[in-house]
């Protein structure tokens, strides 16, 4: 193994490239029998030692949760489709614990930290609107939403930053309602003022993420002892 890295990394200089030992990864697979033979699990590479990776989170990352994260802002305002890559980042879920496909997924995301697909899209478009607001952004993307122009009373809604929503035409189909102009001020006038203040945008991130993985988790865990409350008052009612 060693030798094998000290060969590429001899290609690498030889054709001018640079190896990234930071973002270099060392993942073992192979059958449970296989690896129960392999007595080492960390290798070095330059002067940095790398830990083996658990090899099922690292598949569903290199295959699964990065394929959903590629351009998924463009499934806001469809439900039908949302619902379908939902039920794909869930099994995703259960593979890295090899959870049975019939438990509860809800503990598997929260534990993972990860993002239901819906809140996933709104994060995503949410930091481009954070990004434009504050000119760090193409022009041409800054040229699609407007602040809102102090009006003549000191209201609170004039001095928090909110953007200038655009009037929604009513039609059969919600097409109209997801352009970017659109989606943009709409997710971005719901959000705590706390967090349409902040100017940093590592800052921003943290916040805007715990601020909607909350709200994501507290829905779904109400809903479900909602359903709890319903089901115990119907079996006292029965009895």
């Not at 949302?82 to 929260?110: E, M, S």
């Not at 041409?140 to 929604?168: M, T, V, W």
Request: charged letters at 20%.
């Amino acid at each position: 193994m060693r030798d094998c890295i000290k060969d590429q990394k001899g290609w690498i200089n030889r054709n001018q490239l640079k190896l990234n030992y930071d973002k270099t990864e060392f993942l073992l697979m192979g059958a449970k029998q296989q690896l129960e033979k392999v007595n080492f699990s960390s290798i070095t590479v330059g002067d940095t030692l790398i830990e083996a990776k658990p090899e099922e989170r690292h598949l569903v990352h290199t295959f699964v949760t990065s394929r959903i994260d590629y351009c998924n802002s463009l499934l806001y305002g469809m439900p039908a489709v949302l619902k379908k890559v939902q039920r794909v980042l869930n099994t995703a879920a259960r593979l890295v614990y090899r959870a049975p496909c019939h438990c509860r997924v809800t503990p598997l995301l929260r534990e993972l930290h990860w993002l239901p697909v819906r809140q996933w899209i709104h994060y995503k478009i949410l930091l481009f609107t954070f990004k434009i607001i504050h000119r760090k952004s193409p022009v041409h993307l800054q040229e699609l939403i407007l602040l809102k122009k102090p009006g003549a009373y000191r209201l609170r809604s004039s001095s928090n930053g909110l953007l200038l929503e655009p009037p929604s035409r009513r039609t059969r189909t919600t097409f109209n309602n997801r352009p970017f102009q659109v989606a943009a001020p709409k997710l971005w006038n719901v959000l705590p003022i706390e967090i349409c203040s902040i100017s940093d945008v590592n800052t921003f991130k943290c916040h805007l993420k715990l601020h909607l993985f909350s709200k994501a988790f507290l829905k779904i865990y109400l809903f479900s002892f909602l359903n709890y409350v319903s089901y115990v008052v119907f079996i006292l009612a029965v009895y």
